[in-house]
DNA sequence: CCACAGGACGGCT
DNA sequence: AGCCGTCCTGTG
């Protein structure tokens, strides 16, 4: 690895780090569980481990992390162990709009998370606003997950497939998650009937992995996009929203392009690199229109 | 009061 | 197969 850990206990410290700025990384909307306390200082949790991270330049040290909590779970969470470097330098060979957009947030990675955990997220992301989105998944965590106490605050577990998928929609619904609700339970109770893992989508090929997400009621081609992106279990995802097909249409392409074309055309042009290029693309046109 | 937000669904043709 | 009205909730 090109960054060295120092463990110290329950701090964990990594320095010589390249491409990695914490607030590319959690607010560029791939996840919504993380609360911002200061500039480059961040609380949150995955699975059952809270951590604190504060971030000074290429230095990051990680609260209530053991050496063997990074290696566990952060070294993942974090996709640590690719090279950001490279692939910014394969995508702007020849591309001046992802010079562009790379150069705006180089320190931007993709993150690993939770399947159950991302798929739920972004049924709920549909047709709805970030902050909104981040409201309704801490009260159905608050309601339904299990309550960590660390000695920088109280956290809650992601639900569980079988808890949420045997709650009553009515009571799903006082999160305020809207129309979305019913999408929410019966997802998760059929996920918790039928286990799928990152390793079986990865078996089945990303097509045949977007399909099988597809069956999955509330689940559309974007949401199937964003779950299999940000699960980390296809780097040649491409999810289309508003931004990416305004910002697509603005620099690559023209108006009124439909989904679908500008999917295929980002595989064409970005093929396994299409997850990186969409969230290069996705964060500069939301930080510049 | 109305428009619209980081889409999906269902009922049309 | 493609088009389009509708959908919870929060904000302007």
Same mark, same amino acid.
């Given at each position: 690895?090109?960054?060295?850990?120092?463990?110290? =206990?329950?701090?964990?410290?990594?320095?010589?780090?390249? /491409?990695?700025?914490?607030?590319?990384?959690?607010?560029? $909307?791939?996840?919504?569980?993380?609360?911002?306390? /200061?500039?480059?200082?961040?609380?949150?949790?995955?699975?059952?481990?809270?951590?604190?991270?504060?971030?000074?330049?290429?230095?990051?040290?990680?609260? =209530?992390?053991?050496?063997?909590?990074?290696?566990?779970?952060? &070294?993942?969470?974090?996709?640590?162990?690719?090279?950001? $470097?490279?692939?910014?330098?394969?995508?702007?060979?020849?591309?001046?709009?992802?010079?562009?957009?790379?150069?705006?947030?180089?320190?931007?990675?993709?993150?690993?998370?939770?399947?159950?955990?991302?798929?739920?997220?972004?049924?709920?992301?549909?047709? !709805?606003?970030?902050?909104?989105?981040?409201? +309704?998944?801490?009260?159905?965590?608050?309601?339904?997950?299990?309550?960590?106490?660390?000695?920088?605050?109280?956290?809650?577990?992601?639900?569980?497939? $079988?808890?949420?998928?045997?709650?009553?929609?009515?009571?799903?619904?006082?999160?305020?998650?809207?129309?979305?609700?019913?999408?929410?339970?019966?997802?998760?109770?059929?996920?918790?009937?039928?286990?799928?893992?990152?390793?079986?989508?990865? !078996?089945? =090929? %990303?097509?045949?992995?977007?399909?099988?997400?597809?069956?999955?009621?509330?689940?559309?081609?974007?949401?199937?996009?964003?779950?299999?992106?940000?699960?980390?279990?296809?780097? &040649?995802?491409?999810?289309?929203? +508003?931004?990416?097909?305004?910002?697509?249409?603005?620099?690559?392409?023209?108006?009124?392009?439909?989904?679908?074309?500008?999917?295929? %055309?980002?595989?064409?042009?970005?093929?396994?690199?299409?997850?990186?290029?969409?969230?290069?693309?996705?964060? %500069?046109?939301?930080?510049?229109?």
């Amino acid at each position: 690895m090109a960054f060295e850990i120092t463990c110290s =206990g329950n701090i964990t410290t990594l320095s010589g780090l390249k /491409n990695f700025d914490i607030e590319s990384i959690l607010e560029c $909307g791939q996840c919504f569980r993380w609360d911002k306390n /200061n500039e480059n200082d961040y609380t949150g949790i995955v699975k059952d481990k809270a951590v604190r991270i504060v971030q000074t330049k290429d230095a990051a040290r990680f609260y =209530g992390c053991t050496c063997s909590d990074f290696k566990e779970i952060w &070294n993942d969470y974090f996709d640590m162990s690719t090279d950001y $470097g490279a692939i910014i330098s394969t995508l702007t060979t020849n591309d001046d709009v992802m010079k562009m957009a790379a150069e705006f947030a180089p320190g931007i990675r993709i993150l690993r998370q939770p399947l159950f955990e991302t798929l739920i997220s972004f049924i709920i992301s549909a047709n !709805n606003s970030i902050p909104n989105i981040r409201r +309704v998944i801490a009260r159905l965590s608050k309601m339904y997950g299990e309550k960590i106490d660390t000695e920088f605050g109280a956290f809650y577990k992601f639900p569980d497939p $079988g808890v949420l998928g045997t709650a009553d929609v009515s009571e799903i619904a006082l999160s305020k998650a809207g129309f979305r609700s019913k999408y929410i339970k019966k997802t998760a109770k059929e996920f918790n009937e039928n286990p799928v893992t990152t390793d079986q989508l990865k !078996n089945l =090929g %990303y097509t045949g992995a977007k399909k099988e997400l597809m069956k999955y009621p509330g689940v559309g081609a974007k949401v199937a996009d964003c779950t299999l992106l940000f699960s980390g279990a296809y780097t &040649n995802a491409f999810p289309v929203d +508003v931004w990416v097909k305004k910002i697509m249409e603005e620099l690559y392409l023209k108006k009124d392009t439909p989904l679908g074309a500008i999917s295929d %055309y980002a595989s064409e042009k970005f093929g396994e690199l299409g997850g990186y290029a969409q969230q290069y693309l996705f964060y %500069y046109a939301r930080s510049n229109t």
